[in-house]
């Protein structure tokens, strides 16, 4: 961990130390999968599949944060999460954090502009499901060699990115 950076967040209180047991670790990763499954359901709007999509990348990282014995307590608590992330002294995580910070912003027009174009919102979900894609199975195989016990336990990402609605 660049323990500098993780002990200000804990002391400004961005981050609380808290202890988590394989099965709440587990539970974290569970939802990640689900959001990112649900995110690709046939028929979902663009905009559903783009928040769903998010949603995943941020449980996933409540995932690898829960595993090193950390919880967001902040009011920006989306923009910490992915600090953390970026932060923690894991080097195989660092791009998928920047990349699921990224999809906050995208995240954050997709909910508060009114006027989207929804195509160019498919664009943007199938980024977000192809950084899922790519990120999912390198926190998951990170959370095994974290905590070994995990690897029997942790559901498969399984299915492949789907096309854009267009």
């Given at each position: 961990?660049?323990?500098?950076?993780?002990?200000?967040?804990?002391?400004?209180?961005?981050?609380?130390?808290?202890?988590?047991?394989?099965?709440?670790?587990?539970?974290?990763?569970?939802?990640?999968?689900?959001?990112?499954?649900?995110?690709?359901?046939?028929?979902?709007?663009?905009?559903?599949?783009?928040?769903?999509?998010?949603?995943?990348?941020?449980?996933a990282t409540f995932a690898v944060?829960?595993?090193?014995?950390?919880?967001?307590?902040?009011?920006?608590?989306?923009?910490?999460?992915f600090y953390a992330l970026q932060?923690?002294?894991?080097?195989r995580l660092r791009a998928h954090?920047?990349?699921?910070?990224?999809?906050?912003?995208?995240?954050?027009?997709?909910?508060?502009?009114?006027?989207?174009?929804?195509?160019?919102?498919?664009?943007?979900?199938?980024?977000?499901?192809?950084?899922?894609?790519?990120?999912?199975?390198?926190?998951?195989?990170?959370?095994?060699?974290?905590?070994?016990?995990?690897?029997?336990?942790?559901?498969?990402?399984?299915?492949?990115?789907?096309?854009?609605?267009?």
């Amino acid at each position: 961990m660049s323990a500098e950076d993780i002990e200000r967040l804990v002391v400004e209180r961005s981050l609380a130390r808290e202890a988590f047991d394989d099965a709440q670790v587990a539970g974290f990763w569970a939802k990640a999968v689900a959001s990112y499954r649900d995110a690709q359901v046939p028929g979902i709007s663009p905009d559903g599949g783009l928040q769903l999509a998010y949603t995943g990348g941020l449980q996933a990282t409540f995932a690898v944060l829960a595993a090193r014995e950390l919880r967001v307590k902040s009011t920006a608590s989306h923009y910490k999460a992915f600090y953390a992330l970026q932060k923690l002294d894991e080097p195989r995580l660092r791009a998928h954090a920047v990349r699921f910070d990224e999809l906050r912003a995208t995240r954050h027009e997709s909910i508060y502009e009114p006027e989207e174009d929804q195509a160019e919102i498919a664009v943007r979900l199938a980024a977000a499901l192809a950084a899922l894609h790519e990120a999912l199975p390198a926190i998951r195989a990170w959370l095994v060699g974290e905590r070994p016990e995990l690897g029997g336990t942790l559901a498969p990402v399984g299915l492949p990115v789907r096309p854009p609605h267009v």
